[in-house]
């Protein structure tokens, strides 16, 4: 079965700076998607940043980044230039490829991030 | 990506009692799903809903206790049935993109629901 770790349960980031936050996950199998949500006090799930394992390449998104480790199955979130509307929960999470009849999206616990001003 | 809205955006309901949430999406989409979140918790997938099919439930999570509809490919509902405080949570859609695009098979989220169960 597919876990997700975030060992992280809380950090904290001066505006402006950068943060990363840690992520890793154990999988037999070969081809995947990992993804960050952030979730504010809002509640909404709100998509961050999206990786297909199969590309080698880092996806970015802004401000956003990832390095992804596929041999090391780590997948950590860079924000750079924090701001205070990134105050929020953040959640990592896995899903086997679209060619398997699962779509189910497997969530690590969480890492609450707070940017102070 | 897809606009998703949830109704009602939170209830307090007596114990005994059943909550219909509604979840309603504003293009076509095969796949919609519902989760749970557990105060301070993560997300559990409870069930996969695809229109014109009976709902797939994960494990832990049955059809008398979360009944599902999926009546045509922009709406779904689900029913928690006999509340209990346990069932005390927050409840959320989502929807899978279609395969194609720069976001493709991607799963975006409705604003969720508060259930609060005395």
């Known amino acids: 079965a597919q876990t997700v770790t975030q060992s992280q349960p809380e950090m904290s980031v001066q505006e402006a700076e950068t943060v990363t936050l840690s992520c890793t996950y154990d999988?037999?199998?070969?081809?995947?998607?990992l993804f960050w949500y952030k979730q504010p006090p809002s509640r909404q799930m709100i998509l961050v940043i999206r990786?297909?394992?199969?590309?080698?390449q880092n996806a970015t998104e802004n401000r956003f980044s990832v390095n992804f480790q596929k041999a090391a199955k780590s997948f950590s979130l860079k924000i750079s230039d924090s701001q205070l509307g990134d105050t929020a929960m953040y959640f990592c999470?896995?899903?086997?490829?679209?060619?398997?009849?699962?779509?189910?999206?497997?969530f690590g616990s969480g890492t609450r991030l707070l940017v102070r001003p | 990506s897809a606009v998703i809205s949830q109704k009602p955006s939170r209830d307090i309901c007596q114990r005994g009692t059943s909550l219909t949430i509604q979840c309603q999406v504003d293009?076509?989409?095969?796949?919609m799903f519902w989760y749970r979140q557990q105060p301070g918790q993560s997300l559990t997938l409870i069930a996969t809903?695809?229109?014109?099919?009976?709902?797939?439930?994960e494990s832990g999570f049955v059809i008398d206790k979360f009944p599902i509809s999926r009546p045509n490919l922009t709406f779904s509902t689900l029913t928690v049935s006999n509340l209990s405080p346990e069932d005390s949570s927050i409840y959320l859609c989502?929807?899978?993109?279609?395969?194609?695009?720069?976001?493709?098979?991607?799963?975006?989220f409705g604003p969720g629901t508060r259930l609060t169960v005395l």
């Open positions: 990786q297909e394992a199969y590309k080698q």
């Open positions: 989502s929807v899978l993109t279609p395969t194609t695009g720069a976001r493709a098979d991607t799963q975006y």
């Open positions: 293009s076509q989409v095969t796949m």
């Open positions: 809903a695809n229109q014109g099919s009976e709902a797939t439930y």
């Open positions: 999470a896995f899903r086997r490829s679209r060619m398997d009849s699962s779509y189910k999206l497997i």
């Open positions: 999988t037999s199998e070969n081809n995947y998607y």
